[in-house]
């Protein structure tokens, strides 16, 4: 028996890029898969995944059952394996009707990556094909829930996300081993340095050399390109880009006053602690 690393994170956070170059570290020479394609740390809430480890239908259970069902799912999943798993995570580190979503017997440990949630709002909003105030609303709702978006097959099952700050300490305060901390920022200041962090944390073998290839082949705009040329199905509405800017600070243009205010009025606790400062006057 094994377990995982949860490489967990708020939507459009950095996840995809962060799991790209790990893949370069772990996995050289594939490319994406059918079901995820990132190809490496498939999402923990792949609905096939759960129902091949618990040999059941999904669709014969109701929401909140088949979030009961996911612990006993990892639980399977890590008894089979015999070496560590890797899975990309959106759902907060919450409680089920069966205990923890995330045993703490199988978790080795968790990446958590965060971005400035203004950002997010901005990449949220072109990601999901939804109004600045609709993606601002949903990143202060409590009770805010990742859902299949309609008219695209339901591989995932519903992820319970919270607000912006409740997700971020779910994971940062959680029991046993402390998260390793990724800040997307720091990730387009200077990668390398972030990734060889993250691979030690994770148990990931690798040299100077394969960090500094993995840095390059995840480029923003090699990724870019590989995406105008090959296409990239992250989940994203329409005919969106995956890899749309990968910049900081759009928020400033991007957003009214009104709407950087009442991110940072609701989430400027979680902000300060992250390193993020107020860009938004009293008077707003």
Not at 136 to 163: E, F, H, K, N, Y
Not at 260 to 280: Q, T
């Amino acid at each position: 028996m094994t377990g995982f690393y949860w490489i967990a994170s708020y939507p459009k956070s950095g996840n995809t890029w962060l799991r790209l170059a790990l893949r370069e570290l772990v996995q050289p020479n594939r490319r994406g898969g059918p079901r995820d394609r990132v190809g490496f740390a498939a999402t923990a809430s792949d609905r096939t995944d759960i129902e091949e480890a618990l040999d059941i239908e999904s669709s014969d259970f109701s929401r909140a059952e088949l979030e009961a069902l996911r612990p006993a799912a990892y639980r399977a999943m890590a008894a089979a394996a015999s070496r560590p798993l890797y899975r990309k995570v959106h759902d907060a580190r919450l409680d089920t009707a069966a205990g923890p979503l995330f045993p703490p017997e199988v978790t080795l440990g968790s990446v958590y990556v965060v971005r400035d949630p203004r950002d997010v709002a901005v990449s949220w909003a072109h990601f999901a094909g939804m109004s600045m105030e609709a993606a601002v609303a949903m990143l202060c709702d409590p009770a805010a829930i990742l859902l299949p978006s309609p008219g695209r097959p339901a591989l995932a099952v519903a992820q319970r996300l919270t607000c912006w700050s409740g997700h971020a300490r779910s994971w940062l305060d959680a029991p046993g081993r402390p998260c390793c901390l990724v800040r997307y920022e720091d990730m387009l200041a200077d990668p390398a340095p972030v990734l060889s962090r993250v691979s030690r944390y994770a148990g990931i073998a690798h040299g100077a050399a394969d960090i500094q290839r993995a840095v390059e082949m995840t480029r923003f705009d090699t990724l870019r390109e590989r995406e105008i040329a090959h296409g990239f199905d992250g989940g994203q509405a329409g005919t969106a880009a995956f890899f749309r800017s990968g910049r900081a600070g759009q928020w400033r243009t991007a957003l009214d006053p009104l709407q950087v205010a009442r991110i940072e009025a609701a989430h400027g606790e979680m902000m300060a602690r992250l390193g993020y400062a107020r860009g938004c006057p009293a008077r707003c």
